[in-house]
């Protein structure tokens, strides 16, 4: 079962997951989009991953991160350990929830078909 590591809301909106893979992501979401990285977890895993972790999912155009967390909030059932008064950052932080790889983090959030549906 995932675990969540924390969620930020107070200096900037943020979340770090570990998935059941045992990696982690990291969750940014932001005025400029958003921003999801994986990374092992780790001391210095959680310290440099959020800046040099492989991205699994960027997207530059607010209007289409919402557009994505719009279609995750009607996909995924919510989650009581996530506790997010941001409604994006909660629906990213579900959808990798759901996730037990950054492989499949990275398939779901990629997904032309997400929209579409």
Request: net charge positive; hydrophobic share 45%.
């Given at each position: 079962m995932p675990q969540l590591l924390y969620i930020?809301?107070?200096?900037?909106h943020d979340a770090t997951i570990i998935l059941d893979s045992g990696d982690a992501c990291w969750i940014s979401v932001?005025?400029?989009?958003?921003?999801v990285r994986a990374h092992k977890h780790s001391v210095w895993g959680g310290l440099?991953?959020?800046l040099f972790g492989p991205k699994l999912y960027r997207e530059?155009?607010?209007?289409?991160?919402?557009?994505?967390?719009?279609?995750?909030?009607?996909?995924?059932?919510?989650?009581?350990q996530i506790r997010c008064k941001d409604a994006m950052l909660k629906?990213?932080?579900?959808?990798?929830?759901?996730?037990?790889?950054p492989?499949?983090?990275?398939a779901l959030?990629?997904?032309?078909?997400?929209?579409?549906?």
């Open positions: 930020n809301e107070k200096f900037g932001g005025k400029k989009g958003v921003l440099l991953g959020s530059r155009n607010v209007y289409q991160a919402l557009s994505v967390a719009q279609a995750l909030t009607a996909r995924f059932r919510p989650v009581p629906a990213f932080c579900t959808a990798v929830w759901h996730c037990s790889s492989a499949r983090v990275k959030l990629n997904d032309p078909g997400l929209l579409a549906a």
